[in-house]
């Protein structure tokens, strides 16, 4: 008898192991781990800079702000000229700490193919760039599949999420292996947990989400190994909601759908975490720890699909 005992104690112990290991590795990323942002302050006195795509709005705009109070000087990216225009006036505002930050910006319509990407870099080539966040990005409430999408709208949402920041990060890289020369280099993609789950209706946005995620993984093989390491990190965040006026159908801020401005913070928090994969709210990574572990897809797909047609619903009366 004692021995059926030991043996399913030391069964039980086995079992717990990865689990308790698991809950330490969360407390220690979330709780416990300082933030190590300062670590890519590095080179030339007062001039790193970050990159943050799709930063007139939402998490990019937020994630600008919190680069600029962390000492950072940044390169944003919009589409519209007058709203960047106000954005850097409003940084600055939000920043006065920081009055002598550098806040340079280029203008590019990301879902548009045909890019000229070594021109769109080219003005700031020589600067020593150690973040990168492929923040632009974003799908569509109109509700349709694929067959009811024009071929148009379809390249739109690809170049859009996969193939703006793909072709962005080839222009940047040969200037980010430079600055990996004084310290480590971040480059984020953000992603979605769309990626994970694919929803009706936003199957291409969730499939660049996808892409990312493969991308992250792939790229820092490629700067590890062969001619590596060159420094060259990279890491997909994996978001759930979060709340931006921006959207067709806002989520309202709750518990599980922080403000862009408490997300900015954890995505800056997390960085150099050495995970390849993060996501950056603690309460999205439980949640997509039930979603891809937990719970089955039958029931993610169903309770994913409910959300998505008050959402759909919703952007069609305009609320
Ligand atoms: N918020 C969420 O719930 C959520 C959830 C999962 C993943 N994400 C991901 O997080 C990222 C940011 O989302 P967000 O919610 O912060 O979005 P957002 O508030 O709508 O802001 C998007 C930003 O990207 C810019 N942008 C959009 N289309 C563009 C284009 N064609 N060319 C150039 N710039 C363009 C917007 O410019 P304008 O200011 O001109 O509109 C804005 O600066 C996206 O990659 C999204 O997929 C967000």
Request: glycine share 18%; aromatic share 6%.
């Given at each position: 008898m004692t021995t059926i005992v030991n043996v399913l104690a030391v069964l039980g112990g086995l079992l717990a192991t990865p689990h308790l290991c698991r809950i330490a590795s969360f407390v220690w990323l979330y709780f416990l781990r300082p933030s190590?942002?300062?670590?890519?302050?590095?080179?030339?006195?007062?001039?790193t800079y970050a990159v943050v795509t799709?930063?007139?709005?939402g998490i990019g705009k937020a994630t600008a702000a919190e680069l600029l109070r962390n000492g950072f000087n940044v390169i944003l990216h919009g589409r519209n000229e007058t709203k960047m225009k106000k954005v850097v006036e409003e940084l600055r505002a939000r920043v006065p700490?920081?009055?002598d930050a550098d806040v340079r910006y280029f203008i590019a319509d990301?879902?548009?193919?045909?890019?000229d990407f070594a021109k769109l870099v080219e003005p700031y080539r020589d600067l020593h760039v150690t973040l990168v966040y492929h923040n632009v990005g974003g799908g569509d409430m109109?509700?349709?599949r694929l067959d009811e999408r024009t071929e148009e709208n379809i390249h739109s949402l690809v170049n859009l999420n996969a193939l703006f920041p793909l072709f962005l990060n080839r222009a940047l890289l040969p200037q980010l292996r430079r600055s990996a020369k004084s310290g480590p280099v971040l480059v984020n993609f953000v992603g979605s947990v769309a990626g994970d789950i694919a929803p009706p209706r936003l199957a291409v946005y969730a499939a660049g989400k996808g892409f990312l995620e493969s991308l992250t993984r792939g790229l820092d093989n490629d700067e590890q190994f062969f001619d590596g390491p060159t420094g060259v990190r990279y890491c997909y965040l994996a978001v759930a909601a979060v709340h931006s006026d921006n959207h067709e159908a806002p989520i309202a801020t709750s518990f599980t759908t922080p403000t862009c401005e408490r997300f900015a913070k954890c995505i800056l928090d997390r960085a150099?975490?050495?995970?390849?994969?993060?996501?950056?709210?603690w309460v999205h990574g439980m949640m997509q720890y039930f979603i891809r572990e937990v719970a089955g897809d039958g029931v993610v797909d169903k309770a994913s699909a409910e959300q998505m047609q008050g959402l759909i619903t919703q952007a069609k009366k305009g609320i």
């Open positions: 190590s942002i300062r670590q890519y302050l590095h080179g030339p006195q007062d001039s799709g930063a007139t709005d700490e920081r009055k990301a879902s548009a193919g045909g890019q109109s509700g349709q150099g975490c050495g995970r390849r994969r993060v996501a950056p709210y």
